[in-house]
């Protein structure tokens, strides 16, 4: 059975950096997309970064707002690591990771496309 976990959250200090991790268990294939998502207080869920597996390695792909910003990598096998430096209240939420397994050649950041969920993790920027 499919599982998706994220750990990581909690306080963090603006101007703060902060690092998720999403571990997936039970896939049934090596070929995968692992998306992050977050999703502020009222406001609907939002895509940041996701991590792509295919036969040639790993591709990435960010929302046009974070490419800048956030970065993603998977130090091991169905693992994958959100980092996001320069906090700020705005980053506020529950953060999200999701998978789907296929092999897609280039992940997308939309919720939509992912089947299978984290709780979330509840990230807090506040002094």
């Known amino acids: 059975q499919l599982q998706v976990v994220e750990s990581g959250g909690g306080l963090v200090q603006p101007g703060g950096f902060l690092t998720l991790s999403c571990v997936a268990s039970?896939?049934?294939?090596?070929?995968?997309?692992i998306g992050w998502f977050r999703q502020a207080p009222g406001k609907a869920r939002e895509g940041i970064a996701c991590?792509?597996?295919?036969?040639?390695?790993?591709?990435t792909n960010y929302a046009g707002s974070m490419k800048d910003r956030a970065a993603v990598s998977s130090p091991a096998k169905n693992v994958v690591n959100l980092q996001l430096p320069g906090l700020t209240p705005e980053d506020t939420g529950i953060y999200y990771c999701?998978?789907?397994?296929?092999?897609?050649?280039?992940?997308?950041?939309?919720?939509?496309?992912?089947?299978?969920w984290g709780q979330g993790t509840q990230v807090t920027v506040s002094s």
């Open positions: 999701a998978v789907r397994e296929l092999m897609s050649g280039r992940c997308v950041v939309s919720p939509q496309a992912y089947t299978s």
């Open positions: 039970g896939l049934a294939s090596g070929y995968y997309d």
């Open positions: 991590f792509s597996v295919t036969r040639s390695g790993g591709s």
